[in-house]
Antibody
Framework: QVQLQESGPGLVKPSETLSLTCTVSGGSISSHYWSWIRQPPGKGLEWIAYISYSGTTNYNPSLKSRVTISMDTSKNQFSLKLRSVTAADTAVYYC?????????WGQGTLVTVSS | DIVMTQSPDSLAVSLGERATINCKSSQSVLQTSNNKNYVAWYQQKAGQPPNLLIYWTSTRESGVPDRFSGSGSGTDFTLTISSLQAEDVAVYYCQQYYSIPWTFGQGTKVEIK
């Protein structure tokens, strides 16, 4: 059974870079596609980006200029960097295994942007 | 981007009664080459990640009770809970995965009347 776990700072200052890592267990990230999705408190879901097993990436155009997704196959991890954050980036960030539909999600990590 | 619009925003249904949630996409999500509609449905309970219920519009994910069903084609889709149970209280989201960026509906909150 695939399991995903997000890790990273829960508090980021405005204008700084949000960095999160997802550790995958029970399966290799060298297969499938892997995504980041976020959910502001009390609001809906927003897909951010995916990275494929071969390293191909795709981004939400609304965030593309600020986002980088990458992977480290040796650690079975993939990561998210979101630059120049503002309060609007405060959200629960989920990592997920992406098949278009998403059957496997991490538990999510709340990242608050505040000084 | 394809906009997914759900209706209603919330609904209250008596235990054992039917709950119906609609989702309309701003453009067709039907791939004619394989005749598949690229729509999924999720259930999200408070404090939990979303849980996949339905994919390819009408295919139930393993372990999902058969009281959940999906239907539709093109731009109009429906999630039906045939007999609402107490554990079905949640927010439900539709999603299209026809084109990047994947997009979700705004959510429908289902409560017990």
């Amino acid at each position: 059974q695939v399991q995903l776990q997000e890790s990273g700072p829960g508090l980021v200052k405005p204008s700084e870079t949000l960095s999160l890592t997802c550790t995958v267990s029970g399966g290799s990230i060298s297969s499938h596609y892997w995504s980041w999705i976020r959910q502001p408190p009390g609001k809906g879901l927003e897909w951010i980006a995916y990275i494929s097993y071969s390293g191909t990436t795709n981004y939400n155009p609304s965030l593309k200029s600020r986002v980088t997704i990458s992977m480290d196959t040796s650690k079975n991890q993939f990561s998210l960097k979101l630059r120049s954050v503002t309060a609007a980036d405060t959200a629960v960030y989920y990592c997920a295994r992406d098949q278009g539909s998403i059957a496997y999600w991490g538990q999510g990590t709340l990242v608050t942007v505040s000084s | 981007d394809i906009v997914m619009t759900q209706s209603p925003d919330s609904l209250a249904v008596s235990l054992g009664e039917r709950a119906t949630i609609n989702c309309k996409s701003s453009q067709s999500v039907l791939q004619t080459s394989n005749n598949k509609n690229y729509v999924a449905w999720y259930q999200q309970k408070a404090g939990q990640p979303p849980n996949l219920l339905i994919y390819w519009t009408s295919t139930r994910e393993s372990g999902v009770p058969d009281r959940f069903s999906g239907s539709g084609s093109g731009t109009d889709f429906t999630l039906t809970i045939s007999s609402l149970q107490a554990e079905d209280v949640a927010v439900y989201y539709c999603q299209q995965y026809y084109s990047i960026p994947w997009t979700f509906g705004q959510g429908t909150k289902v409560e017990i009347k």
